[in-house]
């Protein structure tokens, strides 16, 4: 191998053309997954699995919410390649006394560091393809992100999480140890920086924590990107963060790296490592007291299941059919015939919601319908709910409806809007939204409505609203509910 490397022709004597060690050595660690089964299985399948919880179960197949997800999914397939894929692979190779073959050829640390990194790339970006692909064909994902930002943000993210698992494989002295350090760091970012709960749910002081952690600034980029519709250089500093981290764990991982296991770290080098999160510390400190970032997060969030919706104005308000504007005379005995609140029986006498008809209601109309009480939520929707639920038939003889819509505004606190079918069949499209004190015009899809038969006494419909999130007490006013 030494006499390969040092060979001053411009090809190899089998013919092939000479490149750089680090190259080679990056495409036969790819050979390497492409040989493997259960290799192929977590580096190109098993992200999809998560693709299909998050769009198909969480989001409920709306593409909007999949949008939403999309970032998250994407962070994840990224984090998990950089910590449990690239990191442990430098443990594992150093253990088995695999990079001793490297050592006699005229190769430093930087070169295998460097070749290690591009096989993970190499290797990211036909799964992020494979994931776009798959969500835009069976969640009919719109694609609302630039391809070359998409590169761009998956290109960072990737080097970022690279430097995390290098650094952690450069100071951990065995497999076991390595495994520790990526857990603990895995299962904080995992839960605390938006890629399994969204942020706005949780609680304000995890929202603050999470500024420090690097992946909350990969999904709330995407997100902004692909549901808000913003630029990437409206995120200038979240990505500058990112390259300096993924730089500092480059550094430190060709600083630290070992060809032998019995090489150890001493402690001294352990401590100087911890300088990778610096970055983190000045920037979450920096967006703490000076950024918008819980603002920025709830608008994505309120927006990520709804269609096109106007503040202050109805321009969609003269199509479809008016189901409920709350303007009879007799309005508030209607709405204790036709509408039901309830609660959870486990938070029976903690739980309270209750309805009633105010004043004025949306883009200037007489009344509108209050839905407030006290929600004892713990866990999102799960426990303690408060439901208001209006039961109403589907008109005879309408063709082409394609959903429900409605107005609303209330307090920033998370809701829940469902539409349940009489048929059990048939899916119950879902929506969550965050409202805030100006209306909003919100639509629920529900392709099925347009092939529902009408008989009388018609198709029964439920339209649900219920309050989620932490204990507390809620607000939410309604008007104007038509099908479109």
């Given at each position: 191998?030494?006499?390969?490397?040092?060979?001053?022709?411009?090809?190899?004597?089998?013919?092939?053309?000479?490149?750089?060690?680090?190259?080679?050595?990056?495409?036969?660690?790819?050979?390497?997954?492409?040989?493997?089964?259960?290799?192929?299985?977590?580096?190109?399948?098993?992200p999809l699995i998560f693709?299909?919880?998050?769009?198909?179960?969480?989001?409920?197949?709306?593409?909007?919410?999949?949008?939403?997800?999309?970032?998250?999914?994407?962070?994840?397939?990224?984090?998990?390649?950089?910590?449990?894929?690239?990191?442990?692979?430098?443990?594992?190779?150093?253990?088995?006394?695999?990079?001793?073959?490297?050592?006699?050829?005229?190769?430093?640390?930087?070169s295998m560091v460097f070749?290690?990194?591009?096989?993970?790339?190499?290797?990211?970006?036909?799964?992020?393809?494979?994931?776009?692909?798959?969500?835009?064909?069976?969640?009919?994902?719109?694609?609302?992100?630039?391809?070359?930002?998409?590169?761009?943000?998956?290109?960072?993210?990737?080097?970022?999480?690279?430097?995390?698992?290098?650094?952690?494989?450069?100071?951990?002295?065995?497999?076991?140890?390595?495994?520790?350090?990526?857990?603990?760091?895995?299962?904080?970012?995992?839960?605390?920086?938006?890629?399994?709960?969204?942020?706005?749910?949780?609680?304000?002081?995890?929202?603050?924590?999470?500024?420090?952690?690097?992946?909350?600034?990969?999904?709330?980029?995407?997100?902004?990107?692909?549901?808000?519709?913003?630029?990437?250089?409206?995120?200038?500093?979240?990505?500058?963060?990112?390259?300096?981290?993924?730089?500092?764990?480059?550094?430190?991982?060709?600083?630290?790296?070992?060809?032998?296991?019995?090489?150890?770290?001493?402690?001294?080098?352990?401590?100087?490592?911890?300088?990778?999160?610096?970055?983190?510390?000045?920037?979450?400190?920096?967006?703490?007291?000076?950024?918008?970032?819980?603002?920025?997060?709830?608008?994505?969030?309120?927006?990520?299941?709804?269609?096109?919706?106007?503040?202050?104005?109805?321009?969609?308000?003269?199509?479809?059919?008016?189901?409920?504007?709350?303007?009879?005379?007799?309005?508030?005995?209607?709405?204790?015939?036709?509408?039901?609140?309830?609660?959870?029986?486990?938070?029976?006498?903690?739980?309270?919601?209750?309805?009633?008809?105010?004043?004025?209601?949306?883009?200037?109309?007489?009344?509108?319908?209050?839905?407030?009480?006290?929600?004892?939520?713990?866990?999102?929707?799960?426990?303690?709910?408060?439901?208001?639920?209006?039961?109403?038939?589907?008109?005879?003889?309408?063709?082409?409806?394609?959903?429900?819509?409605?107005?609303?505004?209330?307090?920033?606190?998370?809701?829940?809007?469902?539409?349940?079918?009489?048929?059990?069949?048939?899916?119950?499209?879902?929506?969550?939204?965050?409202?805030?004190?100006?209306?909003?015009?919100?639509?629920?899809?529900?392709?099925?409505?347009?092939?529902?038969?009408?008989?009388?006494?018609?198709?029964?419909?439920?339209l649900e609203f219920r309050?989620?999130?932490?204990?507390?007490?809620?607000?939410?006013?309604?008007?104007?509910?038509?099908?479109?």
């Open positions: 191998m030494a006499k390969y490397l040092n060979d001053p022709m411009n090809k190899w004597p089998d013919g092939s053309i000479k490149m750089i060690p680090s190259i080679r050595i990056a495409l036969m660690s790819i050979k390497l997954v492409m040989r493997t089964k259960a290799a192929l299985f977590f580096t190109f399948f098993f693709l299909f919880v998050y769009a198909g179960i969480f989001a409920h197949g709306n593409p909007q919410a999949v949008v939403y997800m999309f970032g998250p999914v994407v962070t994840l397939n990224i984090m998990g390649s950089g910590f449990f894929g690239l990191g442990l692979q430098s443990v594992m190779q150093r253990e088995r006394g695999s990079l001793r073959r490297y050592r006699l050829a005229p190769l430093g640390p930087g070749s290690s990194l591009l096989a993970n790339y190499l290797l990211e970006l036909p799964t992020i393809a494979m994931l776009v692909t798959c969500a835009m064909l069976f969640f009919h994902m719109p694609l609302k992100i630039n391809p070359l930002a998409l590169l761009v943000l998956v290109t960072v993210g990737t080097f970022a999480f690279a430097g995390f698992g290098l650094t952690i494989a450069s100071i951990a002295n065995t497999m076991q140890e390595a495994q520790v350090y990526n857990n603990v760091v895995w299962f904080a970012l995992l839960f605390l920086s938006g890629v399994t709960v969204p942020l706005p749910v949780l609680p304000d002081w995890i929202q603050g924590f999470a500024a420090f952690l690097p992946a909350t600034y990969l999904v709330s980029t995407f997100q902004a990107i692909m549901v808000n519709g913003q630029s990437l250089f409206d995120h200038k500093a979240e990505m500058m963060v990112l390259v300096i981290s993924g730089t500092f764990g480059f550094l430190f991982a060709w600083k630290l790296f070992r060809w032998e296991k019995e090489e150890k770290i001493s402690n001294r080098a352990k401590l100087v490592s911890i300088a990778f999160i610096v970055p983190f510390l000045a920037m979450g400190v920096w967006m703490n007291k000076y950024g918008n970032l819980r603002a920025t997060w709830k608008e994505t969030y309120s927006l990520m299941s709804q269609g096109p919706f106007s503040h202050g104005q109805h321009e969609s308000a003269v199509n479809g059919i008016l189901l409920n504007d709350f303007e009879n005379s007799d309005e508030s005995e209607l709405v204790l015939k036709t509408w039901q609140v309830s609660t959870d029986a486990n938070a029976a006498g903690r739980a309270l919601g209750e309805l009633e008809v105010i004043s004025p209601g949306s883009d200037g109309t007489e009344h509108a319908l209050r839905f407030q009480g006290h929600d004892e939520s713990t866990a999102g929707f799960d426990r303690g709910y408060v439901a208001a639920r209006y039961p109403f038939p589907l008109p005879a003889g309408v063709p082409n409806l394609r959903g429900v819509q409605f107005d609303v505004q209330g307090d920033t606190r998370l809701f829940q809007v469902t539409l349940t079918p009489q048929d059990s069949s048939l899916p119950a499209p879902t929506l969550t939204l965050i409202p805030n004190s100006a209306w909003q015009t919100v639509r629920l899809p529900a392709a099925w409505l347009a092939t529902l038969p009408a008989s009388p006494p018609g198709n029964k419909l439920v309050a989620g999130g932490p204990p507390g007490d809620f607000t939410l006013d309604i008007d104007e509910i038509r099908l479109y």
